[in-house]
């Protein structure tokens, strides 16, 4: 087994009694090629190697533990959350191991391979119609509350407003990457969604280094962290319209917005020189990571935190035709990912 290292801080453990301790611990890599020419050190932090594939596992099973110590969730209890993406797939595995219900509310315009991944888990899923507005009985805000209310013994995690969601950050993320980088780190940047973990990792950064740590947000354009009103961006699992509950507006130095194209843009190339990949609020990081290394010296650690795989995304962003319909690719020859072998 000599040819095999330990996943970094499991020690000599070799078998685990459940999926749920293999959650964190997430490996730290440099990125060598698409840094060519910055003088610093980038590195990411690789959240894809979590059990449900995701950074959102780090605060499924957080929120699901609290919640149980708060008697909030009692054995036979059932969760119910609207959501369709990363943090579904955390909940339903963490449900599945410690033995709840689990049951989803997603809107109808949800790719039928994502509730497929949540009902392979064990979970069940109720689709509700897109075209109702939020207050409408039958959106699926509305149906997730009813179900919430309706169920004996039911329990809503609520990721944008659970403390437990940046908390979970503030007390794994963080450790990981200060002790990771033995200190070192000079600069974080993440995208942000609920604000869990920029909000999380980030305050305790600049706690541990008294404040010498850099806190950068990435945002897609359009969405509110970054000024905009809210208008539509493609780059999924980040942005908002509202202002979550979850999201510290005192942590982060500086935010930088970033187009669809140069995040699509980054993410394959992420994939094709890196060997990562990655979804595409990963590459939207990394082009914010490398905006920051611009004026960053030798010194300099930059850490940039890559939310989850690329599989989840292979008719999109890895997707030529998909990538050209929205004027991504700037010359379909140049970028495509099609190779011409003859
Ligand atoms: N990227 C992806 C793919 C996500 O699913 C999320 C979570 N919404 C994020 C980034 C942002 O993380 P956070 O919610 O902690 O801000």
């Known amino acids: 087994m000599d040819n095999f290292s330990d996943k970094g801080g499991k020690g000599a453990v070799r078998i685990h009694d459940s999926l749920i301790e293999l959650m964190g611990d997430t490996p730290l890599v440099r990125l060598r090629k698409v840094t060519t020419g910055v003088p610093a050190q980038v590195l990411a932090k690789v959240e894809y190697f979590n059990p449900g ?81 939020p207050d409408h009985p039958d959106s699926y805000y509305s149906v997730s509350d009813r179900l919430a209310r309706e169920i004996p013994g039911a329990w809503k995690p609520d990721q944008y407003s659970n403390p437990e969601n940046p908390r979970s950050h503030y007390e794994t993320t963080g450790p990981e990457i200060w002790e990771q980088t033995e200190g070192r780190v000079t600069h974080f940047v993440a995208g942000i969604g609920t604000g869990g973990t920029i909000s999380g990792t980030g305050r305790y950064l600049k706690e541990v280094s008294g404040g010498r740590v850099k806190i950068i947000g990435a945002d897609p354009e359009g969405s509110v962290y970054s000024g905009g009103s809210g208008r539509p961006y493609l780059v999924e699992g980040v942005g908002e319209d509202i202002w979550p509950a979850t999201y510290d507006k005192t942590i982060c130095d500086e935010i930088i917005a970033v187009s669809d194209k140069d995040s699509f843009g980054m993410t394959r190339r992420l994939a094709r020189e890196e060997a990562l990949l990655v979804g595409g609020s990963g590459g939207m990081a990394v082009v914010a990571a490398l905006k920051v290394a611009e004026t960053a010296g030798p010194d300099d650690m930059i850490v940039v935190l890559l939310p989850d795989g690329g599989r989840g995304y292979l008719s999109k962003i890895f997707n030529d035709e998909w990538m050209a319909d929205y004027g991504f690719l700037t010359t379909a020859g140049e970028e495509s990912l099609v190779r011409d072998v003859l």
């Open 53 to 133: 594939g995701s950074v959102k596992d780090r605060i499924a099973v957080r929120m699901i533990e609290a919640a149980e110590k708060s008697g909030e969730l009692r054995p036979g209890g059932t969760i119910v959350e609207p959501t369709s993406g990363n943090t579904g797939v955390g909940l339903a595995i963490v449900a599945q191991q410690k033995g709840y219900r689990c049951l989803f509310v997603v809107p109808d315009k949800v790719a039928q391979d994502k509730i497929s991944v949540l009902r392979a888990y064990g979970a069940e899923v109720v689709v509700c119609p897109t075209a109702v507005p």
